[in-house]
C-alpha cells in the first residue's frame, strides 16, 4: 500500500487523573506528508507518546480532528477503526518483545500478522520469507523469537508490523536499548521501508543520533508543537492561533515574561526585546 498522508487539527487531549485535568496535548496542528518520515521529539511527559496512541486510533482525542488518508478517524466507529488499524496503520509499542508472540518463531509472527489483516480485506500482502530477508533476518526467520537477541527481536516485531503492508507505521522509541550497530541496522530497515514501499513512518525517540539523522522532527513541548527540524536545521513553528514557541537557546535572550516588540523588517519581522528605555 502507498503511504498515507496525515493531518491533526487542533487536536486536545486531557487526561483525569486523582481528581486533576492534565492536559497532554493542547492544540496540536500537524501535518505529514504521504511517504515521509518523521521523529518526534521532546521531553518526558511532553505529549509525544499520546500524539503517536492517538494517530494509530487506540483512543479518541478531547478535541481536534485526526485524519489518515481519507479517513477522519474521530468520525470513526470502533468496528471502523479495528479495519484502519488492520488495513492502514501498523502500531510498534516500546520494546520488541511486547509486539510479538515469543512462542512463535519470526515467519509465525508475520503469517499471524497477515492472517489477522486479511480477515480486514487486506490483500497483495509481501511474502513472509521475502519480508523477512528484507530486515535481514533470513537467518533467524524459524527460531523461537525468545530464543533471539535485542536486535532480532526489534527487526521481528518491525517484520510483523510491516506483514499487512500498512500505509502508516508508528514506532514509540523503536531504538531503545540497543547497541550502535543494532540502532543503526533498525534505523536503515526503517528508512527502507519508506523508500522501497512508499511508507508514511512517525516514530517517537530521546536519542540524539536518531533525531540528528532523521529528515524532519518535530519537538513536542508542553502538549504542543515547539519546534521543527530539516535536514540538520532548527525552526520554531508559528501555531494556530498566532503563539510563536520559541527554541531553548532563544529562551536565554528572550525568558517567559519577557516583552517584545514585532517590527516589519526586510519582508519579515524581528523580534526585540523591550529595554528600560522603551518602558
Given amino acids: ?28 496542528d500537524l501535518h505529514v506528508v504521504a511517504g515521509q518520515v ?3 521529539l521532546g521531553p518526558s ?3 509525544k507518546s499520546t500524539l503517536l496512541q492517538l494517530l494509530g486510533g ?11 488518508g481519507e479517513h477522519e478517524l474521530t468520525k470513526l466507529g470502533r468496528a471502523e477503526l479495528d479495519d484502519v488499524r488492520a488495513r492502514n496503520v501498523a502500531m510498534l509499542v516500546q520494546g520488541g518483545p511486547r509486539n510479538l508472540l515469543p512462542y512463535l518463531t519470526p515467519r509465525e509472527n508475520v503469517e499471524l500478522a497477515q492472517r489477522l489483516a486479511r480477515r480486514r480485506g487486506a490483500t497483495d500482502l509481501p511474502e513472509a520469507g521475502g519480508l523477512l530477508a528484507k ?23 518491525i517484520a510483523a ?12 522509541e523503536p531504538t531503545a536499548q540497543l547497541d550502535h550497530r543494532a540502532r543503526d541496522r533498525v534505523l536503515e530497515v526503517l528508512a527502507g521501508l519508506s523508500a522501497d514501499h512508499g511508507t508514511t513512518i512517525v516514530l517517537v525517540t530521546h536519542d540524539p543520533h536518531v533525531a540528528g539523522v532523521m529528515p524532519r522532527t518535530v519537538t513536542i513541548r ?4 515547539g519546534g521543527e527540524g ?6 520554531a513553528v508559528v501555531t494556530a492561533d498566532g503563539s510563536l514557541p520559541l527554541p531553548a537557546h532563544a529562551l536565554d535572550a528572550l525568558p517567559p515574561g519577557t516583552l517584545v516588540h514585532v517590527r516589519d523588517h526586510d519582508g519579515g519581522v524581528l523580534l526585540e526585546p523591550v529595554t528600560e528605555e522603551d518602558s
Fill in 1 to 28: 500500500m502507498p503511504g498515507l498522508p496525515i493531518t491533526t487539527t487542533g487536536l486536545v487531549h486531557v487526561y483525569r487523573t486523582e481528581g486533576h485535568d492534565v492536559a497532554a496535548l493542547a492544540g496540536v
Fill in 38 to 40: 518523521i521523529a518526534l
Fill in 45 to 47: 511527559g511532553a505529549g
Fill in 58 to 68: 487506540l483512543f479518541r482525542p478531547s478535541a481536534g480532528r485526526i485524519r489518515v
Fill in 135 to 157: 530486515v535481514g533476518l533470513d537467518g533467524h526467520a524459524d527460531v523461537r523469537t525468545d530464543r533471539l537477541g535485542p536486535a532480532e527481536k526489534q527487526l521481528s516485531a
Fill in 161 to 172: 508490523a510491516a506483514a499487512g503492508d500498512p500505509g502508516v507505521l508508528l514506532a514509540d
Fill in 222 to 225: 508542553d502538549g504542543r508543537i
Fill in 230 to 235: 530539516r535536514s540538520g536545521q532548527e525552526y
